[in-house]
């Protein structure tokens, strides 16, 4: 089974940039890799996914190693309100079952 | 704006009971799951279900069966619940394929007393 992990917490100061890293070493060859948000007593929300590379929208970006054994959340200039829990969510290379890292808690301080 | 709707944010229910925790979604997904989410313990996959009237077990369904009756709706039912399923429990969806992206709700935490 996929052992999904990620560092357990991370503190920041506003405006900073944000690395998060999650360690997959048993991925399903063709599954994207997926980060979510989570906020206290809420769901967990779409952050950003990707396959290879890297990626990027208007909140994230993710980079995937050539053996995607690995992925980076990278959260540029955060503030605040991205205090939360960051999960990344990838498919087990021998069951196919998409298996959650353990969360990382990032604080932002002001 | 799609959405997955959990029926309620709390729940409080007395040991033994039968529990119903309704999840709809508007998104036509052919894929639902419940998860439960604990302390220290992470988002843990109940049941799944990909198609109407079909249901697969997760990681840990003792105590918990589900139901399927229509595509926009996935029940959770706890037969006769139990203070360790003092939990939050999210329901999500998906539209399947590779490139998964799940939408959740926004959870409903039951309190079992």
């Known amino acids: 089974l996929a052992k999904t992990t990620q560092p357990i917490s991370m503190d920041s100061y506003e405006g900073q940039e944000v690395n998060i890293t999650c360690s997959h070493n048993?991925?399903?060859?063709?599954?994207?890799i997926t980060w979510y948000q989570q906020f206290p007593s809420q769901g967990p929300r779409f952050i950003i996914q990707?396959?290879?590379t890297k990626v990027t929208n208007e909140v994230a970006s993710l980079f995937i190693p050539a053996d995607r054994k690995s992925s980076t959340l990278s959260l540029p200039r955060v503030s605040l309100s991205d205090t939360a829990v960051y999960y990344c969510?990838?498919?087990?290379?021998?069951?196919?079952?998409?298996?959650f890292g353990t969360g990382t808690r990032l604080q932002v301080f002001p | 704006d799609v959405k997955v709707t959990q029926s309620s944010r709390y729940l409080v229910k007395r040991t033994g009971e039968k529990v119903f925790l309704e999840c709809v979604q508007d998104?036509?997904?052919?894929?639902m799951f419940w998860y439960r989410q604990d302390p220290g313990l992470g988002l843990r996959l109940i049941y799944f279900?990909?198609?109407?009237?079909?249901?697969e077990k997760g990681d840990i369904p003792e105590g918990y069966s589900v139901s399927r009756e229509k595509k926009e709706r996935f029940s959770l039912i706890l037969e006769s619940a139990s203070t360790n399923q003092t939990s939050m429990y999210l329901c999500?969806?998906?539209?399947?394929?590779?490139?998964?992206?799940?939408?959740f709700g926004s959870g409903t935490r039951l309190t079992v007393v």
């Open positions: 999500a969806s998906s539209s399947g394929g590779y490139d998964y992206g799940y939408t």
């Open positions: 279900s990909y198609d109407v009237k079909m249901k």
């Open positions: 048993n991925i399903a060859t063709n599954d994207y």
């Open positions: 990707g396959y290879k």
């Open positions: 998104m036509d997904h052919e894929n």
């Open positions: 969510l990838v498919g087990d290379g021998d069951t196919d079952k998409l298996i």
